[in-house]
């Protein structure tokens, strides 16, 4: 059984969680700002102290939350030399979105849009039209990728615009759903080692008079999931990307920014019992659940017809210390997933949607054995796992 379930806890009021910046300080506003200053039509501005240049890269590295990178000068010096300081950096953080978590932020970087309208609001959601949980990361079962997200990207206005467009990724990404729904548009240029994203990213830069360049890398990810953050392999691969940020700024074509963002943050968890609630354990969460969609920190909850309000009672009177938990409709009017939500998306989140506040997640060992056994994890509303950085070099 849940641990809180006989501490007499308080709920935590839905007004305390921190509502991600849409529509002028998050991951959706990034490349609509930087199109929008090459000229694209169509697209605003809203993060407005950044400059407009005419070339313009975005690499976007997985897993390193603005958090990390200020505890960890050492490791990160390129990096953490680019933070606020009174020589006139600009870098600062910006949020993610909610979840936090890859497939909802790479589509909100790519979109432009905000996971309500969007539609990739969790890492696991029920799809309304077979019933079924889909893997959104994964893309299983598979699902029509223009059916299930379908706007364009900003890379394909860019491109239909003139702007010299390119991606530069894993040779692996190239063809998956999710890069065709969250970022393509112009060329994919798929490169293995980390060294030759960065040249190549260069490069293509340097071939358009305006041109706009995403190129990414997962395994600081990898490692924090694996490992955790505070261990030696996460801490080696920090190391390692913040050479390769440099490696890329050093090389940046005249009328260039460079701008270093990630999708989200990460905080480890220990392996106790208060720390690690397992759902498929636990009576009382169970209990009138359909579906457990979402992750550890961020679950949306599938109730079975007719036992929404029950559900929900029963996660707030059990988890309402450690989580935020709200109904559906609650969690939209907070603005948890964007301004607006698509008629098309309302289905997929949950009818009660659980966001961890302190350091806690719900595991489901035998649905979720993979995912129960990470040591880093991501995708609530805390700042740790919210605000990710967005590091400026302009040449």
């Not at 990160?76 to 497939?103: K, V, Y």
């Not at 035998?366 to 950085?389: F, I, K, R, Y």
Request: proline fraction near 7%.
């Amino acid at each position: 059984m849940a641990q809180a379930a006989w501490q007499d806890p308080v709920p935590l009021a839905l007004d305390t969680a921190p509502v991600p910046a849409y529509g002028s300080g998050s991951l959706a506003d990034l490349l609509p700002t930087l199109a929008a200053g090459q000229g694209v039509e169509g697209l605003t501005a809203t993060i407005g102290e950044l400059t407009p240049a005419d070339r313009n890269c975005v690499f976007l590295i997985d897993g390193l939350g603005w958090e990390q990178i200020k505890a960890h000068p050492d490791e990160a010096p390129f990096l953490h030399s680019l933070l606020p300081t009174s020589l006139g950096n600009t870098g600062r953080p910006i949020t993610a979105g909610f979840p936090s978590t890859t497939a909802t932020s790479l589509a909100s970087v790519g979109t432009g849009l905000p996971p309500g309208e969007h539609g990739l609001p969790g890492y696991t959601v029920r799809n309304p039209e077979t019933g079924a949980l889909m893997n959104q990361l994964r893309w299983k079962p598979f699902t029509a990728p223009k059916v299930w997200q379908p706007y364009p990207t900003v890379f394909r206005l860019a491109d239909a615009a003139g702007v010299h467009t390119a991606q530069v990724s894993s040779p692996d990404f190239e063809q998956t759903p999710l890069t065709k729904v969250a970022l393509s548009g112009g060329s994919f240029l798929g490169r293995l080692s980390g060294e030759d994203r960065m040249d190549v990213a260069a490069q293509r830069l340097a071939a358009g008079d305006r041109s706009l360049v995403y190129t990414y890398y997962s395994e600081v990810d990898g490692k924090g999931h694996r490992f955790g953050v505070d261990s030696d392999a996460w801490r080696g691969q920090l190391m390692y990307v913040d050479g390769l940020a440099q490696r890329l700024a050093e090389q940046l074509p005249p009328r260039s920014a460079l701008y270093i963002t990630a999708d989200h943050g990460m905080i480890d968890i220990p392996f106790d019992e208060r720390s690690r609630i397992d759902f498929d354990e636990d009576w009382e969460l169970r209990a009138g659940v359909a579906l457990l969609g979402g992750e550890g920190r961020a679950r949306h909850v599938y109730a079975v017809p007719g036992a929404q309000g029950d559900v929900l009672a029963v996660w707030r009177e059990v988890l309402g210390e450690q989580f935020w938990v709200a109904s559906r409709d609650e969690a939209i009017a907070a603005g948890w997933f964007g301004p607006t939500i698509d008629e098309r998306v309302y289905g997929r989140i949950g009818d009660v949607v659980a966001a961890a506040h302190d350091d806690v997640v719900i595991t489901a060992s035998v649905n979720e054995p993979h995912e129960s056994a990470m040591v880093g994890m991501h995708g609530s509303l805390t700042p740790v796992e919210q605000l990710v950085p967005l590091l400026e070099v302009r040449s």
